[in-house]
């Protein structure tokens, strides 16, 4: 790239970062990081995976060439910033992709639970629902920097 280019990029990052984050702590009233599924769930998830997930996405989480690593920078790059509703939905709607939708309702909150504990998100308390609007208010963010 060449330096007017690299400069466009950087001012676009600039005006827009602000812009997004806003956005979506403007929606959220809790954080990923108050511990939003048990652990518990995320044990059964880990079993619900290896059955229903693994033989596509790998045991590791770490995906292939045809399909999406579940884990770390690659997952956060997909999902940072989007709510636990769009990947519940995306997970229901979508997955097994050889049978979408074919699982139980615990059985998507137990994969979204394991999911989650993978990419080192805490456990808390409270068990995981997949109630749409509660979901929606919960955003799926970096661990913060700085606390307040």
Known sequence: MNKKTLKFVGYCLAVSAPLSLNHSLAQTDSSIWDGVFTEAQATRGETAYSANCASCHSTDLRGNSNTPSLLGMS?????ENQSLAELYTKMRNEMPSDNPGSLST?????????????????????????????????????????SQ
Do not use: H
């Open 75 to 79: 997952f956060m790059f997909i999902w």
């Open 106 to 146: 615990q059985t998507y909150e137990d994969l979204l639970a394991f999911l989650l504990r993978s990419n080192q998100f805490p456990a808390g308390e409270q068990a995981l629902k997949a109630d749409t609007a509660k979901l929606t208010k919960i955003s799926i963010t970096p661990k913060p920097v700085f």
